[in-house]
């Protein structure tokens, strides 16, 4: 089937609001290829369960291509239109199933020599809908915080070297109650700013207390999800004919009931929490990982003004003597260095998500090593490469950077 | 493999031109070779082969070696990643004919993208299914035009996945004229399976889809012929596999058998730790890649220390691709090769041994398909159905 032939009763297996989304604009979604449709369809199928900047970009794109006249809609989607598609892809359900689609276009892409094509129509396409309908500006300047190295006594290497260039390095912080510290200053701006799932807590390990007000996810927390996924997985995997790709779309179409959530929590973060646990790898079994991912995640998706990540312990990977010893009455044991050096990694990668939102050049970030003197904070008035000696609390890197 | 762009999204895209990127990322390497190792430039050299220069009298032997899992510039050749390759920068490239810009245009999958390593041509099949490459591997063309036996070609590769590598179903090729291929944690497995123990765990067979294990079809290496090839007890393997930390170090064991038991003239290694990128563990991530440095650099010590390989053998080293960049939304920067952007498509390329120049940074384009063409006019066999073409500065 090709989306010309597309009729509103295919929508009925979407969630309500979904549903009315797609019927709304079925005659906009009738004239777009099918190279693209399947795409924008996984997105309208969780409309139900998406956040509200989510929700609210989707309704402006579905208005502006609505709005587009048949000479623009040509020019738009022109690129995706020549792209080849083979008549298995046509006849797969990608109205129920438009996730599993896009997985089984990109192979197909991939195989045909046309991702590169393909690549270059979606920046084009993402460029053109920028400039027609661009983004909001945040209702206050975006502060991203990240708290590395818990638990770890002493490290000698240096720290924040891919952050350098972009902010102050601060080398005589006081730590005392840094991590409660840090939690009233995110409080505070969501007091200040009340926006729903628009100040984020993630914790890599166990929460510590915090205003109610902060959307919270924690590794910790969602341990017997995490041990539920893996049994699901373990014993999917035994079945006949099960391979990888089987698996990822076993692995999408998991529901937070499905793995054991409490069906009167909030079905929004239930929903984001198992996708980050499904579609992210490493994620169920590494906790920086779990945290880089979700605090990825929650940027792109929720696109919060303010995003405070405490970085936990990983468990250490055994090398493959100590395996061999096959020693399972030993608990797992924490690899705190190499989770400081992946902390390290993941708060450049979350200044980074932070810095594709709209809001850039006022945004600000903080990271520091938690209990001890060092920390880097980036914002419009700190100065890029540079080194403090003179001492600082954790509350004046705060505001300087926002400043 | 997803496309991982939500182009619906607001994120700010970084549009490089594949080709300004690529050009920009060999500059770079060079730069830092001419400043760190002392290299020249390619171009300053006359055009006369080194290979006739070089000649051996001993039969020529190649060993290819391919990570499967490709290491950034970052990690690597840049300043801030030079800490973790010292044994290339200061024992290997030294010696090498260094090329910094190698490009792989197919499918960015590990097996895919050997099986397109091994036959000169973008293989299309699905990465993660058992089947043969379709196009000839340079083992079959080799043992075909040259006449050689089947020891004098091997295969040492991580994972199940990796098992039929080493011939092609294609037409007037095929089964029994391509390359055996050992797959050293199978071996293991099968060795400890006596046990009372459970050590499926070690059959992990890649990082991109850990929880997965293909089963095995074909003519793979069995644990009875290890005695009788390798000459290596059951129990010495074991005893010995106890004492490495990773599956690498254990591919570089059986390398290292092979060497000194079959002497084989065509040798493939795949090396694969670095790949455990795919966890999102970004030290595990350098971990990898500090502990192929060193086994590349074992290697080259082996290759000197070996009677039938030493003066007479060539090394290639090269990933079989890179990693996404750190700009790139679509992706989640070193963790995956899924965005197929220019870091993740543009590698490097580091050849030593005999009739090789030494201390030379070559700055031209070529790809990867170009890998088999290359060992064809070096060796003397004809890849007829490979897609690339030799590498002048090679012959």
Not at chain 2, 37 to 45: D, E, K, P
Not at chain 2, 167 to 194: C, N, Q, W
Request: glycine content about 8%; aromatic content about 10%; charged content about 20%.
């Amino acid at each position: 089937m090709l989306p010309r032939d597309l009729k509103a009763e295919q929508f009925n297996a979407y969630p309500p609001e979904a549903h009315a989304l797609a019927v709304a604009h079925l005659g906009t979604l009738q004239q777009l290829p099918l190279s693209f449709l399947p795409n924008l369809l996984r997105e309208v199928i969780d409309y139900d369960y998406r956040f509200p900047a989510e929700r609210a970009t989707l309704d402006k794109e579905l208005t502006n291509l609505g709005s587009l006249s048949p000479e623009q809609m040509k020019e738009w989607f022109q690129p995706f239109s020549q792209l080849t598609l083979s008549s298995q892809l046509e006849d797969f359900n990608w109205v129920n199933q438009p996730a599993q689609f896009v997985e089984q276009l990109s192979a197909f892409l991939w195989s045909t020599h046309q991702l590169d094509a393909f690549r270059k129509a979606a920046l084009e396409y993402g460029d053109r809908l920028r400039a027609a309908v661009p983004p909001e500006k945040p209702a206050t300047p975006r502060l991203g915080i990240a708290i590395i190295g818990q638990g770890l006594a002493s490290y000698d290497a240096p720290l924040f070297r891919n952050l350098r260039a972009h902010g102050t390095y601060f080398e005589r912080v006081k730590p005392d109650n840094g991590v409660e510290l840090l939690l009233k200053g995110v409080a505070g701006r969501a007091k200040a700013h009340p926006v729903p799932y628009g100040h984020w807590y993630i914790e890599g390990s166990h929460l510590v207390d915090h205003d109610p007000s902060l959307t919270c996810v924690s590794y910790q927390a969602l341990e017997p999800v995490r041990s539920a996924l893996l049994r699901n997985m373990q014993g999917d995997i035994k079945r006949p004919g099960m391979g990888p790709e089987e698996l990822r779309t076993h692995m999408a179409e998991l529901t937070p009931a499905d793995l054991g959530m409490d069906k009167s929590g909030d079905e929004v973060l239930n929903r984001f929490q198992v996708k980050v646990l499904t579609e992210g790898s490493g994620t169920q079994i590494f906790a920086t990982t779990f945290a880089q991912w979700a605090a990825r995640e929650a940027l792109r998706r929720a696109q919060p003004l303010t995003m405070l990540v405490r970085f936990g312990p990983r468990q250490r990977q055994r090398p493959m003597n100590e395996l061999l010893s096959n020693d399972r009455t030993t608990p797992a044991e924490l690899d705190l260095t190499g989770s400081l050096v992946d902390a390290d990694m993941g708060a450049y990668y979350n200044w980074i998500n932070q810095q594709r939102l709209t809001g850039a050049e006022q945004s600000s970030f903080l990271v520091w090593f938690e209990g001890h003197s060092q920390a880097l904070a980036i914002g419009p008035s700190l100065a890029r490469g540079t080194v403090s000696n003179s001492p600082a609390g954790l509350g004046e890197l705060l505001s300087w950077a926002s400043a | 493999m997803t496309l991982g762009s939500s182009f619906s999204g607001t994120f700010k895209e970084h549009l490089t031109n594949p080709r300004e990127f690529a050009h920009r990322l060999s500059c770079s390497r060079r730069d830092f070779l001419r400043n760190a190792a002392g290299v020249v430039l390619g171009s300053a050299l006359m055009s006369a082969s080194p290979f006739v220069r070089g000649a051996a009298a001993k039969k020529r032997k190649i060993i290819v070696v391919t990570f499967g899992g490709g290491a950034r510039d970052q990690e690597t050749f840049a300043p801030e990643g030079q800490e973790n390759i010292p044994h290339m920068l200061h024992e290997l490239i030294p010696q090498a004919s260094f090329f910094t810009q190698v490009v792989n245009h197919g499918i960015l999958g590990h097996y895919v993208a050997t099986a397109s390593l091994v036959t000169g041509v973008y293989e299309t099949f699905n990465n993660f299914s058992a089947v043969p490459p379709e196009h000839p591997t340079v083992f079959e063309y080799f043992r075909k035009d040259l006449k050689r036996p089947s020891w004098d070609a091997w295969v040492v590769a991580p994972s199940n996945g990796f098992n039929r590598i080493g011939e092609s179903d294609y037409r007037s090729f095929g089964p029994g004229t391509g390359a055996r291929v050992i797959l050293p944690k199978h071996l293991l497995t099968a060795a400890m399976s006596e046990s009372t123990t459970d050590y499926t765990h070690l059959l992990r067979d890649n990082y991109e889809t850990p929880l997965y294990t293909p089963e095995l079809v074909g003519s793979e290496f069995e644990l009875q012929q290890m005695e009788t090839i390798l000459k290596l007890s059951v129990d010495d393997f074991k005893a010995h596999a106890k004492t490495l930390s990773s599956p690498d170090e254990l591919s570089m064991y059986i390398v290292r058998q092979l060497m000194r038991q079959q002497a084989p003239s065509l040798l493939w290694i795949t090396l694969h730790d670095m790949d455990i990128a795919h966890s999102g563990a970004y030290s595990l991530y350098i971990e990898g890649i500090q502990r192929t440095d060193r086994l590349c650099a074992e290697l080259w010590k082996a290759v000197q220390s070996e009677p039938e390989y030493a003066g007479n053998t060539t090394i290639f080293i090269l990933p079989d691709f890179g990693r996404d960049s750190d700009q790139d939304s679509g992706g989640n920067g070193f963790q995956h090769h899924r965005t197929g952007d220019p870091a993740s498509r543009t590698t490097w390329m580091m050849v030593l041994g005999a009739g090789i120049h030494e201390g030379v940074v070559y700055d031209q384009p070529m790809q990867s398909t170009d890998l088999v063409p290359t060992l064809g006019a070096i060796m003397g066999f004809s890849p007829t159905v490979a897609q690339g073409r030799p590498v002048p500065e090679l012959l």
